[in-house]
């Protein structure tokens, strides 16, 4: 699982995100173990981000659950199971502020 998490991050940086964030919420939520939170500054670079982690995953043959938001480009979500993938433009990101949201969950520090 940590591959394939510094997979997303990385898939992120390359398309320049904005604050790329790993929350491990394995501890409180069922829903999955990590959230994977970024930003982009304009819908084509949010849309950017999330086609770049959806071909670097299926690079390692995993595949989305679901994606949601796509289409308007201002919070791209993206269920992989065991993680899920947020891409926000920057004001959405500041108005849903799922870092204070899921504060309980732990940061991880992903080594470049």
């Known amino acids: 699982m940590e591959q394939t998490i510094k997979a997303v991050y990385n898939a992120l940086d390359d398309k320049k995100g904005i604050d790329i964030k790993v929350?491990?919420?394995?501890?409180?939520?069922?829903?999955?173990?990590?959230f994977i939170i970024a930003s982009g500054s304009n819908?084509?670079?949010?849309?950017?981000l999330a086609d770049n982690v959806e071909e670097?995953?299926?690079?390692?043959?995993?595949?989305?659950?679901?994606?949601?938001?796509?289409?308007?480009?201002?919070?791209?979500l993206?269920?992989?199971?065991?993680?899920?993938?947020?891409?926000?433009?920057?004001?959405d990101r500041l108005f849903y502020d799922l870092e204070r949201i899921w504060k309980d969950g732990k940061l991880v520090e992903i080594e470049m």
């Open 23 to 34: 929350l491990d919420i394995s501890e409180i939520s069922v829903m999955a173990d990590y």
């Open 56 to 76: 670097e995953m299926l690079k390692h043959n995993i595949h989305s659950r679901q994606v949601e938001g796509y289409p308007s480009g201002n919070w791209i």
């Open 78 to 91: 993206m269920d992989y199971g065991d993680f899920i993938v947020h891409v926000f433009n920057q004001d």
């Open 43 to 48: 819908k084509n670079q949010v849309q950017a």
